[in-house]
């Protein structure tokens, strides 16, 4: 399987990509800027894609989603955000802008299938409403996609309207934490992580 991390935008976003293969089409997760480098990897993977996901409705995370000419599957709750560039915060990053592709809302416990590859959504709200994370269950190790939600000894931010960290860290350990400690954490920014390590070590978390 490829899983390449394309490190997107001012606010250094990773953007996912997976696929079953070289020449295979993909799944993108949150393509939030840069679409020239993003498809660059896609260029050099041979891979086409065809299924885009936001794990939450903010700016960073979103900014390209009309590029690719293909549905955005977002939470339900976070599905408003795309074309409200007041709620996406689009304008106190850069330049205003909404999303004007088809979406597909998702809810908790849904399977987006490509292929081979199976993402399970969790929702996670706190970071937003309609945050979520999503989980790849190889056979050799779980692959957990946590958006803003956890990262690598930190949690994601609730100092925005309808942010909430009684929530964020409710979802954290009731969705997250109950994963494998093997479990790898591809997070929405900055490094990758483990379960375990996350117990063991993030201060936000004790």
């Not at 379960?195 to 936000?204: L, T, V």
């Amino acid at each position: 399987m490829i899983l390449e991390r394309v490190c997107v935008g001012e606010l250094e976003v990773n953007c996912y990509i997976l696929a079953e293969a070289q020449g295979k089409e993909c799944i993108i997760i949150d393509p939030g800027s840069d679409y020239d480098k993003i498809n660059k990897a896609l260029i050099r993977r041979k891979l086409k894609p065809a299924i885009i996901i936001n794990t939450h409705g903010h700016a960073d995370h979103i900014g390209c989603d009309d590029d690719f000419g293909l549905p955005v599957y977002i939470h339900k709750n976070d599905a408003a955000l795309l074309g409200d560039p007041i709620r996406n915060f689009s304008g106190f990053i850069g330049e205003s802008f909404s999303i004007n592709v088809e979406i597909k809302e998702i809810k908790d416990g849904d399977k987006i299938e490509l292929g081979k590859i199976k993402l399970e959504v969790l929702h996670t709200p706190g970071h937003t409403s309609g945050g979520v994370s999503l989980l790849l269950r190889c056979p050799e190790k779980f692959m957990l996609f946590s958006g803003d939600t956890l990262f690598f000894h930190s949690v994601g931010r609730t100092d925005f309207p309808g942010a909430s960290h009684e929530a964020l860290l409710r979802s954290i350990k009731d969705k997250l934490l109950t994963l494998p400690d093997s479990t790898v954490v591809y997070p929405g920014h900055g490094p990758s992580s483990t379960i375990r390590a996350e117990k063991e070590n993030n201060p936000f978390l004790d």
